[in-house]
């Protein structure tokens, strides 16, 4: 038995099935389904009943899984009190793409406790560059937009998928995004940006004629333009938060909504996996608080 077998049991329950935990852990779902299988064989019976759908723990996995949890955290802490872990100095660098800043500011300070010593630094960019910076090893690791064609050498971990809408003055509410987009100014993301490819390719699939006047590189931009009745545009929902629903008008770009997914990356020969391992806890935690404001707010 490894620990590795307990770490994708507690992931199942946590995550609540197979694939979510294969996301979290950087693996595929067979990876896991064999360390399952693996961590059964060792055992001598099985931990899940597969008859259902998902699998979920039997009564031998539930009285298991205490135990394995505790397991788990007792190693996790034993490694993060060694020397170069919790301890780490100097600086690491991580790129974000424009648009998904407001989730640093918080997963910063939430890692500040456990790596006071470290100073990490934010570099902003596109999706592309910055992923080519970290397989160069310029970058520690990236919060992207997940474009298709990721190199070989970097993990990637889903963070949270999010639905693009369109954004436009209030008193449109009840029109379809295709009527608004045809029939005013629109403002988009750079086209050099996943977010604005994404765009761009469901516009020209779906023959919508929009007037695009101007790119936009901020969401403040964009929603000030919405304000002032000069322009609608599309954006990634999270990135319009709650101050301004009173305002505007969100309609689901495209049926079903086009999705984005936001992901880190890193090298899969991480030189500080500990680190790592706790930005992607905390980023996924900043964004679930997040979003459940979001949604708060929407109702």
């Not at 009943?49 to 034993?78: K, Y």
């Not at 101007?214 to 333009?225: G, I, R």
Request: proline fraction near 5%.
């Amino acid at each position: 038995m490894q620990l590795n077998h307990l770490k994708a049991l507690v992931a199942i329950v946590d995550t609540g099935g197979f694939n979510s935990a294969a996301a979290k852990l950087g693996l595929t779902q067979a990876a896991v389904s064999m360390q399952i299988k693996r961590l059964e064989e060792w055992l001598g019976f099985e931990l899940f009943e597969r008859s259902v759908r998902p699998p979920r723990l039997n009564n031998a996995g539930l009285e298991l899984l205490d135990q394995a949890r505790e397991i788990v955290e007792l190693c996790e802490r034993f490694r993060d009190s060694a020397p170069g872990s919790s301890r780490l100095r100097g600086t690491i660098k991580i790129g974000a793409v424009t648009g998904l800043s407001h989730f640093i500011p918080q997963t910063l300070s939430d890692l500040r406790a456990k790596y006071r010593h470290l100073q990490v630094q934010i570099v902003s960019g596109f999706a592309g560059d910055l992923a080519h910076a970290v397989v160069r090893g310029r970058l520690e690791a990236a919060v992207i937009t997940q474009f298709p064609e990721l190199d070989p050498d970097l993990n990637s971990r889903p963070i949270f998928s999010d639905s693009m809408v369109v954004v436009a003055p209030r008193s449109y509410a009840g029109q379809s995004d295709t009527e608004i987009l045809s029939n005013n100014p629109y403002v988009g993301p750079n086209r050099n940006t996943e977010v604005g490819r994404l765009i761009e390719n469901s516009l020209s699939k779906r023959k919508i004629n929009s007037d695009q006047i101007m790119e936009f590189d901020t969401v403040e931009t964009l929603l000030m333009m919405v304000l002032h009745g000069l322009a609608v545009g599309i954006n990634p929902r999270t990135t319009i938060g709650d101050r301004y629903l009173d305002d505007v008008y969100l309609a689901p770009f495209d049926a079903p909504p086009i999705q984005r997914t936001v992901s880190l990356i890193q090298r899969r020969e991480s030189r500080r996996p500990q680190f790592l391992d706790a930005l992607y806890d905390s980023l996924c935690q900043v964004v679930v608080h997040d979003s459940s404001k979001v949604q708060t707010a929407s109702h």
